[in-house]
């Protein structure tokens, strides 16, 4: 989504000048999710402080042709994981990845992090040490519940 390059690059400057990383930002339809983190924790406080600057941005900007939806949230404690940094971040947690097509005869697994590259992710699962490439992780996400 080329259009929306410049809104994510203005939403990361809002989001690291208020003290916070930015964790994921979803475009749906006429919906931005945005999730954001901090080492203790996020509060709602955060959120609504967060929302409002972005609002602000959004209402500026406006990327959208219709009235837009804006959340923001934490990731959660099941986060999905989706860059190098966040499986990097979850090295020594359980996890549940499923793959695009299946490697060793499976395309789920359940396990915990033990490594991560900028290309591959290692999880040791009951039964085996796998090796995942991060291109071939269709969704991955932790599972710590």
């Known amino acids: 989504m080329p259009k929306f390059d410049k809104l994510s690059e203005d939403i990361l400057i809002i989001v690291q000048g208020l003290g916070y990383e930015l964790y994921?930002?979803?475009?749906?339809?006429?919906?931005?999710n945005i999730y954001i983190d901090k080492a203790e924790g996020v509060t709602l406080d955060d959120c609504r402080k967060v929302s409002r600057d972005i609002d602000v941005l959004l209402d500026v900007e406006n990327p959208f042709e219709k009235s837009y939806l804006l959340t923001v949230s934490s990731p959660g404690i099941n986060r999905h994981l989706?860059?190098?940094?966040?499986?990097?971040?979850?090295?020594g947690k359980?996890?549940?990845?499923?793959?695009?097509?299946?490697i060793n005869d499976k395309k789920r697994f359940k396990?915990?992090?033990?490594?991560?590259?900028?290309?591959?992710?290692e999880i040791e699962t009951d039964?085996?040490?796998v090796?995942?490439?991060?291109?071939?992780i269709k969704k991955a996400r932790l599972d710590e519940l």
């Open 94 to 102: 359980k996890c549940i990845i499923d793959t695009h097509h299946k």
């Open 131 to 136: 090796s995942l490439n991060l291109n071939d």
């Open 111 to 121: 396990g915990i992090i033990v490594s991560c590259t900028n290309n591959n992710v």
């Open 127 to 129: 039964s085996e040490l």
């Open 82 to 91: 989706k860059t190098p940094k966040h499986f990097m971040d979850a090295i």
């Open 24 to 32: 994921d930002i979803e475009y749906l339809q006429n919906k931005i």
